[in-house]
């Protein structure tokens, strides 16, 4: 007996995926900085010591007067000179108008005219203790500082994003196939 059959030989079909991988790159550049200090603003102010010394009364005592000190002691001593004479003269005619008492009063006034005075001796070149007279006022320094804030500059940079996308190919390896084919088996019964 003949017996049709029908035989079906199929093939599956195969993909093929190819992938490419997203490649991300990010890049932060630095950020653009600078700074700058200004310097301080300084100023100094001094007032000038001063230092005096007055050597005129130690000069006096040693004799070296200035010219208006000496016209002056001349005048004093001139003044006092013709006082101390007309004193001298005074006492003079008062002992002659008392002649009359007892003693000799011309001879007296001869003798005590006629002798020079005792001149003192001391040492002339050495001045008087404390006669220099030194006075300081110290220098005075004033100093003024300003400091001066530092200039800060910042420029931001933006990062630098390169993106290229993945990318995924489908494609068809093989295609699906069905065969079909039909045959008579013979079978005996």
Do not use: C, W
Request: hydrophobic residues 35%; without cysteine; positive net charge.
């Amino acid at each position: 007996m003949n017996i049709p059959q029908i035989r079906l030989e199929s093939t599956n079909a195969q993909i093929s995926m190819e992938t490419r991988k997203a490649v991300n790159q990010i890049n932060q550049p630095k950020a653009d900085m600078s700074i700058e200090q200004p310097k301080a603003d300084l100023s100094i102010r001094t007032i000038q010591g001063k230092l005096t010394i007055d050597q005129s009364q130690a000069r006096a005592d040693v004799d070296l007067k200035s010219v208006f000190l000496r016209t002056e002691e001349f005048a004093q001593m001139g003044k006092q000179g013709l006082l101390v004479g007309i004193q001298r003269r005074a006492q003079e005619g008062e002992e002659l108008m008392k002649i009359e008492n007892s003693g000799n009063p011309i001879s007296m006034q001869a003798k005590r005219n006629g002798q020079k005075p005792t001149k003192e001796f001391g040492i002339g070149f050495v001045p008087s203790v404390g006669s220099v007279k030194i006075n300081y006022q110290p220098a005075v320094v004033e100093t003024s500082i300003t400091p001066n804030k530092p200039i800060i500059s910042v420029r931001i940079n933006k990062p630098v994003h390169d993106y290229q996308p993945g990318k995924v190919e489908i494609s068809l390896a093989q295609r699906n196939n069905l065969n079909i084919e039909f045959e008579t088996i013979d079978i005996m019964v």
